[in-house]
């Protein structure tokens, strides 16, 4: 899993409510400081971990840091009492002093004009608030893994690409990353020895000749792909131009809904394929999103404006191209999909409240499947938090395997039983 994506996955929906409370900024603004806080920190502990020195005062933060206080399943209970004692520790001030030193100020700045907040002193706390939790997920993953020094600093290295992407280009310069697109400088795990250097050379000679014949076949292989897509009639169903935030830039997804929806299995691929064509949904203030002509966000849109169908507790929306690794809480991209269509509807109509409920079959542990239908309902509405919806207007919970649609004893049954699905409580 991602490293960006697993500290991020730990910001609930509830946490982001009490942090945003704290901050005194919107929900929307203290999501984005947070995307933008976690990666500018670890890459920040990324491209020091090459100085011996830095390293083994970040290696003494996290071993020393004292973990008991923070249980990183349930962030949210720490924001109980005096925010100051609970999460802004001293640990997370001195991993930053050591990070940034007089940097502080500009990255502080910076950080504040990316998020959007209204205050200044709003992008220190929330620096404040981050540090510790990387601190408390690198000691729990070197408790973990058994790492030492040497071990951690080669895993975090593993993540470099990955952290640099999802660093605001606006941060990049303040903290000597170089420009955007480059790689992180190299971690160096032993000091370079001497070889001969004839032999050197032909090494390298080699490996640049396998790396142009690499490139040469992958060039020749994307513009086959090229002409057949070109010459493919276009059947595609575009991804909805709500899109999710990413660094510092507003990416989709991918292009298309096709090229998501061909990575996956031959099963799922048909039954998306019941739901219909595509067509063009329009919504209030004149934005269309694409779906499919059986899918539920048409009858979705319907309820809520059709003023003779009234709230209750028994009418509930079942999302039908909502997906996630199996046993896992962890969305597939494809779902992303959908939940921007979603995104559309309720910013189309924005006195709507909904809720999330998750359900399992009843193979295993109904403990175990409660808490995984609970944590696929705060996915899927922490996705919809992501997008810019308001934490006041959703709320989430898992039934497990109560209420069942489908027969579990048999397969098609208990496929129909695994689902996420959406209930308007205020319309």
Request: charge should be negative; proline fraction near 3%.
């Amino acid at each position: 899993m991602k490293l960006v994506e697993t500290l991020t996955s730990y910001l609930t929906p509830d946490l982001i409510k009490k942090a945003s409370e704290y901050l005194t900024e919107s929900e929307h603004a203290t999501v984005k400081g947070f995307n933008a806080a976690i990666p500018s920190i670890l890459g920040a502990i990324i491209h020091d971990s090459s100085n011996k020195s830095t390293m083994d005062q970040i290696w003494d933060l996290v071993t020393q840091m004292d973990n008991e206080s923070f249980d990183l399943e349930n962030l949210e209970n720490l924001f109980e009492g005096k925010y100051e004692n609970r999460l802004e520790n001293r640990f997370g001030s001195i991993l930053l002093e050591v990070l940034f030193g007089q940097r502080f100020q500009a990255v502080n700045q910076e950080l504040s004009n990316y998020a959007e907040f209204k205050s200044e002193n709003s992008a220190s706390k929330l620096l404040n608030l981050t540090a510790p939790l990387v601190l408390a997920y690198l000691k729990k993953k070197a408790l973990l893994e058994d790492y030492g020094i040497s071990g951690l600093t080669m895993w975090l290295g593993s993540f470099k690409k990955e952290v640099q992407t999802s660093v605001p280009s606006s941060l990049f310069s303040i903290l000597n990353f170089g420009n955007p697109g480059e790689n992180l400088d190299k971690i160096t795990s032993a000091p370079t020895h001497e070889h001969d250097h004839s032999n050197n050379n032909w090494g390298m000679w080699l490996i640049g000749l396998l790396a142009l014949l690499a490139f040469l076949w992958f060039v020749m292989k994307s513009c086959n792909k090229n002409e057949w897509n070109n010459n493919k009639e276009s059947t595609t169903l575009k991804i909805d131009s709500t899109t999710i935030k990413t660094g510092d830039q507003t990416k989709e997804i991918d292009n298309t809904a096709d090229g998501l929806i061909a990575k996956l299995d031959s099963v799922v691929q048909a039954k998306w394929a019941i739901l219909g064509k595509p067509i063009k949904l329009s919504l209030p203030g004149g934005i269309d999103i694409n779906i499919p002509e059986k899918g539920v966000e048409a009858r979705l849109v319907n309820f809520i404006e059709d003023k003779n169908k009234t709230i209750d507790k028994t009418t509930w929306f079942d999302f039908d191209r909502i997906l996630f690794e199996t046993g896992s809480s962890k969305l597939n991209p494809a779902s992303q999909i959908q939940i921007n269509n979603i995104t559309a509807i309720l910013k189309a109509f924005p006195q709507v409240n909904i809720k999330v409920g998750g359900y399992t079959d009843n193979v295993g542990d109904p403990k175990v499947n409660q808490k995984l239908s609970q944590a696929r309902a705060e996915m899927v509405m922490s996705a919809l938090l992501t997008n810019g919806i308001e934490s006041r207007r959703m709320e989430a919970e898992g039934y497990g395997q109560e209420h069942p649609v489908g027969d579990n004893k048999t397969e098609s049954g208990r496929d129909l039983n695994r689902r996420v699905s959406l209930r308007v409580t205020k319309k």
